[in-house]
C-alpha cells in the first residue's frame, strides 16, 4: 500500500484545502493583475472552504496579528538598518510601505492560519487526499 499524504506544513505554504490538501483555496495567484478570490467550495473535495456566512471575519484578527508582528519587525530593522530614532515619517514610511506590499500576503494566510489551526470543525482526511 504506498500512501501519499500531503504534509500539512506544504497545504499551509501552498494555500490548499484543510480537509484534503489538494484542492486550491484561492483562485489566481498572490501577486499579479487578476483579482484573488477565496473559493467557496474546494474543486477536489467540495469542503466548504467558508464554513458558514461571516466565517472569515475572525480573519481579520489573524491579519491583525500578522501587521502587529510585521510593523515591530519592520520598525526594528528600520532602526537598526538606518540608525535613526528621530525621524518618525521615516517608520511610517517604510512602515506603510511594507504593509502595503504584505496586503496579499496577508490576506491569503490570515484565511488559511485561521482555517488550518483555529478551525476545529475542519479536519484533514487522507481518503480525500488522492
Ligand atoms: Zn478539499
Known amino acids: 500500500m504506498s500512501e501519499q499524504t500531503t504534509s500539512k506544513l506544504y ?6 484545502c484543510p480537509h484534503c490538501r489538494r484542492g486550491d483555496i484561492f483562485t489566481g495567484s498572490m501577486y ?5 478570490h477565496t473559493k467557496e467550495i474546494c ?16 480573519a481579520m484578527y489573524v491579519s491583525y496579528a500578522l501587521n502587529v ?11 537598526y538598518l538606518s540608525g535613526e530614532s ?18 496579499p500576503f496577508n490576506y491569503r494566510y ?8 483555529l478551525s476545529p470543525k475542519v479536519k484533514y482526511n487522507p481518503d480525500y487526499d488522492k
Open 11 to 16: 497545504a499551509i505554504v501552498h494555500c490548499k
Open 43 to 58: 474543486g477536489h473535495c467540495a469542503q466548504r472552504i467558508e464554513i458558514e456566512p461571516g466565517y472569515f471575519y475572525a
Open 69 to 79: 508582528a510585521q510593523i515591530v519587525i519592520t520598525a526594528i530593522l528600520t532602526y
Open 32 to 36: 499579479g493583475w487578476n483579482i484573488q
Open 110 to 117: 490570515s484565511r488559511v492560519i485561521l482555517l488550518h489551526w
Open 86 to 103: 528621530e525621524s518618525p515619517m521615516l517608520y511610517i514610511g517604510v512602515i506603510f510601505s511594507v504593509i502595503f506590499l504584505l496586503a
